[in-house]
Each structure stands twice: as C-alpha cells, then as structure tokens.
C-alpha cells in the first residue's frame, strides 16, 4: 500500500511490542492524589480549594484565568489535606492539590453531558472544552481552546488528527484508536465543528496497520480520509506530520493555523467528546508503562495527581536494575529523579529501563549526520558550537528557535556529543536575553 | 514514598550503536585491500613504510595528547592510524624511511594537532604530511620503483601521468594500458596504483554509509567532463577521461582523502561544490599545469573553502521562505 511520510528523520527501534496487543486496563485511584495546578503550556491555574474543603471527583479545583491556561479538576472525590509545593514532572515542586480519597468516586452534580453534541455552536464547543480543562495529550500539553479558535483572519481548512505515535515504546494511542475509534471520531467531527474546517485527515504509521484498517472503516459517515504513513520518527511532529499529510510548510516560528491546519492528537479527540457528550472533565488519562525495567508492562487509564511509584505498583513493581525513569517517549520524554511525581495530563507515558554507561564524548568530526537527519533541516553541529562560544545571535539567525528537540541529531551523533541539551540551553539564553531587553 | 533516585539526564534518551571510532575503524578496514596489493606489489619496502608511517603518527599524537593534558581515549579512535595508512600510500615506495617518518610527524603535529586535533584541523592530515614531503625532498618524492613483479633492472620508473606528460604519450602511442592502470601493474605511490583494491574499499565505504557519495560522484564527473571535452576535441594529443580516473592519486584522493568528513563540507550543496573544485582543479594541473599530478593540492586547496562553503549553502529550513 502506498505511503507518504517527510524528509530527513530516523527510525529508532520501536520496542512496542510488550504492550501493543494489550487493552487499556482501568487503574483504581490511589489513597492519596497530588494534583499540580500547573500541567500546561501556559500560566499555572490557580486554586479554587483550601485544606479541609470536601471536593467531588470532576470539581474544578484550579481556575484558568489567562488566555494560555487550563483549569484543573479533582480526579477523586474526598477531603483536600494541602494546597502546597509538591514534585512535579519538570523536575521543581510547583503548587499541587493532595486530596484524601474517600473511594466513593462521587461526581460532581453540575457536570452535564449534552445529548446532541453535534448541533452545538463552535462558541459551545469551545466552552465547555474549554471548561473540561482539555490539553493536548500527545505530550506538549498546549491548552486545546486555544487551537479552537483560529485567529481572525485565518481559515482552516483541514483537521489532522494525530495517530502516528511515533515515539517507540508507547502504545497507549494505538490502543485507544482501536478500542475508541468512534469517540475519537467524534471528537474530530466537534474539532471541525468548531474550527469551521472542511474535512478530516487521520494520519496513521504503517507499523499500526489494524488501527489504520479500523478508522478507515469507521470514518466513512465523515467527510474525510486516514492516510498510511512511512513509519518514521518524528512523523507525529505538528509540522513535519502537516508536510506529509498536505505537502505545506508551516512558515518558521508560525503555527499550523497559518496553512489552514489544526493538529490534534487521537487522545485529546477523545477528550473532547467525553466532555462535550458526557460533560466529563480530563480527570483521568490513559498512558503506556513500559520499558525493560517494569515487570509487567501495561497500558492504563490512570487518574490525574496518581504518583508514578502507585502506577508502576500496579505494573507489578520496578525491576531491581532500574536507573533511568522518563516521563513521555524515550526520544522527547523528562527523565525523573525520583518515582515519586504525580502523574499529569501530559504523562503519555511512564517508561523506566537500566541504561548502559554513558559513552565517552568525542569532538564532532563533522560526519553531517545531525544534518542529514534533522526533519527541521537546520545544522545541529553549528548551533550547538555556536550556543558553546556564546555567538547567540548566529545560532539564532541559523535557526535554533526552530528546533523542535525531536532527538533525531543526538541519537545519530557518532560522538555522543549532547546536541539537544545544547539547542535547549541555547534557547533559553536567547529567550532570557529578550526578557532582560524588554524589561529594560 | 521511595528513596531510590534515578538518573537525570536530557533527552533524547535512545541513541544508535555508531560511535567515532566505528567509523574509523571502518575507513581503516576499507583501505585493507589497497593496503595488500601495495604489499604485493611492492613487498619489503610497503610493509616498513606503513609501519613507520603509522608508528610515527601514533607516537606525535600520544606525544601531543600528553602535552595538552588531553584524555587518552583520542589515541585509540583510530583517526592518527588513518593518517599514517594514508600517507604511507601516498608516498613512493623508494622514500627512505627517516624521511616517511618525518612526513608522519609533520602531518599530525602541523595537520593535525596544532588546530585542536580530531575534528578542528582545517587540511587533510596525511595530505599535509605529504606537501610537506614534497617540499623538503621534491626529487626524492617524485622517484618511482617499478612493481616487483615486473622484474625491471632500472632504479627509476616514471609513473604514467608522468608519461602522459613529459613523453608526449598520447602522441607516441606509448601509453600505460587501462588494465595495467586499473589492476595496478604500473609505478606509483604505494597506495594509488590498483585501482580495483581502491574501488573495493570504496563499496564498503558506500554500504557502510561512511562517506558523502556527493564528493567522489562530483569529483569523478567534474574531471570526466573536463577531461573528455579535451580528448574530443583532440585525441591525438589529450588522455581519454577513463585514463585520467585510473591514473596517478585520483581514485584514492576522491574516495578516502578529500572525503575525510572534519575537511570536507557539512551541507549537500557545499559538498557538490567542493567536489566540483577538486575535479575541475585536478583537470587544469593535469592538462596545463607544471606537475603531472595535481590531486594532492587540489584537495588541499579545496579544503580552504571549506568553512565558506558551509556558511553559505546551508540548506533551506523547513518553512523558510527566501527572498529570490
């Protein structure tokens, strides 16, 4: 079968074997849940419980008041012990709610699902996703309102969805498309609603052959196609999945709203039906704990605020060997220092192995790999010695802010040179550079 | 709650199995059949040139990361062993043994070493070595021995590009046959005469992935095309294209000198264009300059350019558009 796919990009080993096959297993909330308010691209939320309030599983506990922000729900039901600095996934304790779970899991009465969620008006739609407290959950957690509403100005043309999972390990997006494809669908269908888009493009790797099968099945009573695509790493990147799908450049430093495009990930399209047709917040998510180092590797659905030690607990604990755990895809993914972090509505994935040594550093010798394979067609090896001799203003005009730090330069580097971690330390030193100057 | 703490690390946390010395190791592994028929071919005197070549190299480069208080790990990457392999097949197989030694000193410390070392030099290394040869003993680097099979009772024996040159070949008909040139059968450097052990080595280069194919495939063209124009236009006095390929230090300059990744470009079009410069430079010495051989410095010119090249044909980024 014909597939289409971008240039440039790498094809790590996919490891995705130990959990494809598995079906999303329901995880029963812990004792004790530790909810950041701050799990977006964004402004944190701010909290709307004080320590000894009584909440309901689904009760808006943060409030989002910036346009960049998303509000955050109680993912049990039960008595707030703090509202308090707690571990985070980014690696520094941010303001988090620790609810005492009673394990009644009583909702909250004023959730309300809305029965034709199909004659609703974009401003609806966009409302109560908006209420629903939805990011996107392929990883990057950017607030899904926001890519609702395109700009005055900008038309959009075409929904993506994002089905490629391109990351290796992780399963869990697979098995939602096959065992969700019509929620998934239907979320689509919402996202066209409210962006006014004409139809639908579902992108699937060819290695999720069953999946692409299904949806192709299913999507015949939408306007729209699902599409095979050459499994490929980063395929599942906004603009490199929007080349392949479309053939269009997103301009640099643009978003996919200006070539009539909104991306969303099969997750987050599931997420929006649930809280428009069941008025359901994003109080639970389901991720993929695998890697060498779990003993029993599964896919989830796993409560906001849950502590990763609680979800590899109940994937039958960590092999003794362990050293290495990640939040997210091993090639973007956090690495965490301790088991003890809530789980967020980007965690799409808690992976923890024993690595090897790490390999001697050797000085670049200009192999060009970094260039051959990077999907942005920047020169890695340039920006990452500009960023080392402090010529910013080079790295910039060779294009680091368009860096997406897939991994795909590091990963080939024959000298283990850590081109990302040089990118990203190039990035912020810009970024505060201009804060300092504007603030000036 | 836990005690175990895990390692941090930035992403990505995958990396492929390829390492600097992997790539090394594989150069040095392509040049092994250019390296037995040098010894075929010129017995005793290749295998004590290779030694000391390589055995020199070794010795600056250790000699150089003590000094500089760098890690021992750089010694055994294999790039001061490619240095010595190369220069050694450079070199004609009758130069004195002290004088190859110095040549390998030269080509480590001054090619090599005092830009930075691996990865910072500007030149080719062994290139380097081999300029400087060429510059302190020039008659002594331009005597041939005849292979040993061959069973000439001569001390010296012109190498066909000198023929081509100096004797008028073409015209008197007294040029050195293809098959002789591609199986090696003819005088030269050490390393440069079989064009069948070079090209072997070069299809390991290509399945390995271990060099650009722009740089050689443009090398090659480049010189097909300047060359042939000539011997169109008059083959009574011009060398065919093909000859000029497998003749003299062409072959194992475009696939295992001027494709040394630190000298050459880093982008596609930069690595077009170099190829293209080495081609035609090779092309101009050849047909009107005053050496019979042009290879050496053509690669080392070419190198130069190397940091324009890169600054200036760095690809399109995704979405960027350009003004025209």
């Known amino acids: ?440 | 709650m836990t005690n175990k703490t895990y390692i941090l690390q930035s992403s990505p946390h995958f990396k492929d199995k390829d390492s600097v010395p992997k790539i090394m190791y594989v150069v040095i592994l392509s040049l092994m059949p250019s390296f037995l028929t040098s010894v075929y071919f010129f017995r005793f005197r290749a295998i004590a040139l290779f030694i000391s070549c390589i055995g020199a190299c070794l010795a600056t480069e250790a000699l150089f990361l003590w000094l500089r208080k760098k890690p021992k790990h750089s010694l055994l990457d294999g790039s001061a062993v490619i240095t010595g392999l190369l220069l050694a097949m450079t070199l004609p197989p009758s130069l004195s043994l002290d004088r190859a030694v110095i040549g390998a000193v030269a080509a480590i410390a001054i090619g090599k070493q005092v830009f930075g070392g691996l990865g910072h030099n500007i030149f080719n290394p062994a290139l380097v070595g081999r300029a400087f040869l060429q510059t302190a003993f020039p008659v002594a680097m331009t005597t041939w021995l005849p292979p040993a099979m061959l069973k000439v009772n001569t001390v010296t024996f012109a190498t066909p590009l000198d023929n081509l040159k100096f004797q008028d070949a073409v015209a008197q008909g007294t040029l050195t046959s293809l098959k002789d040139l591609f199986l090696g059968n003819v005088g030269g450097c050490l390393g440069e005469t079989s064009a069948l052990a070079l090209l072997l080595g070069a299809i390991y280069l290509f399945y390995k992935r271990a060099i650009d194919w722009r740089i050689p495939v443009g090398i090659i063209c480049a010189l097909t095309v300047f060359t042939g124009i000539f011997w169109l236009a008059n083959p009574d006095k011009y060398a065919s294209p093909l000859f000029h390929i497998l003749a003299g230090g062409l072959l194992i300059g475009a696939f295992f000198m001027a494709t040394d990744m630190v000298t050459s470009p880093i982008t596609p079009l930069g690595s077009w264009l170099y190829a293209l410069g080495i081609g035609i430079m090779v092309g101009l010495t050849r047909l009107f300059g005053g050496y019979p051989e042009g290879v050496m410095y053509s690669i080392l010119f070419m190198n130069t350019f190397v940091p324009l090249l890169n600054r200036y044909t760095r690809s399109r980024i995704l979405g960027e558009r350009r003004e025209k």
């Not at chain 1, 999303?24 to 309030?53: N, R, S, T, Y």
């Not at chain 1, 309901?56 to 506990?61: E, S």
């Not at chain 1, 670049?364 to 260039?371: D, K």
């Open chain 1, 1 to 440: 079968m014909k597939t289409i796919t971008f240039p440039h990009g790498i094809h790590p080993p996919e490891y995705k074997e130990p959990t494809a096959e598995k079906r999303i297993e329901i995880m029963a909330p812990p004792e004790k849940v530790f909810i950041p308010l701050h799990q977006h691209f964004g402004a944190p939320a701010e909290p709307l419980v004080k320590k000894g309030d009584e909440v309901y599983l689904g009760q808006k506990i943060g409030e989002a008041k910036a346009l960049f922000s998303a509000p955050v729900h109680a993912s049990v039901s039960g008595k707030v012990l703090a509202v308090d600095g707690y571990n985070h996934p980014l690696g520094k304790p941010i303001l988090a709610v620790t609810i005492a779970n009673d394990g009644q899991d009583r909702l909250f009465p004023d959730l309300q699902g809305t029965k034709d969620a199909f004659s609703l008006n974009p401003d609806e739609i966009r409302q109560k996703v908006k209420e629903a407290g939805i990011v996107g959950l392929g990883g990057a957690a950017f607030p899904t309102t926001v890519k609702l509403s395109p700009p005055k100005g900008k038309t959009i043309d075409t929904i993506i969805i994002n089905g490629c999972e391109c990351e290796p390990i992780l399963t869990s997006d697979y098995r939602l498309m096959l065992e969700y494809p019509e929620d998934i669908l239907k979320g689509t269908e919402l996202v066209r609603i409210a962006t006014g888009a004409k139809r639908i493009i579902v992108g699937i790797e060819d290695n999720k052959k069953k999946a692409f099968g299904l949806l192709q099945e299913k999507i015949q009573d939408y306007t729209g196609e699902v599409v095979l695509l050459k499994t490929k790493y980063p395929q599942g990147a906004e603009k490199n999945l929007i080349y392949a799908a479309l053939r269009r450049e997103v301009p640099r430093g643009g978003l996919p709203f200006d070539v009539g495009v909104v991306v969303q990930n099969v997750g987050t399209a599931k997420a929006i039906w649930d809280a428009v047709s069941k008025g359901k917040p994003l109080y639970e998510r389901a991720l993929t704990v695998s890697g060498n180092g779990i003993k029993e590797p599964k896919n989830l659905l796993v409560r906001i605020g849950t502590p990763f030690q609680n979800v590899v607990d109940f994937c039958g604990g960590f092999e003794e060997s362990v050293n290495i755990l990640v939040m997210g895809g091993p090639m973007m993914g956090l690495s965490q220092w301790t088991s003890d972090v809530p789980v967020i509505k980007g965690t799409s994935g808690i992976l923890a192995w024993t690595a090897p040594d790490p390999s001697v550093e050797y000085t670049c010798i200009r192999c060009g790999r970094c260039i051959d394979n990077c999907p942005m067609r920047l020169v890695p090896t340039q920006l990452m010695k500009y960023v080392r001799f402090d010529h910013l203003s080079e790295a910039e005009n060779c294009g680091i802010q368009d860096c997406v730090e897939c991994g795909c330069c590091q990963y080939t580097c024959p000298a283990n040179i850590p081109l990302v971690h040089w990118i990203r330390l190039g990035k912020n030193q810009i970024m505060s550079l201009k804060r300092r100057k504007s603030a000036l």
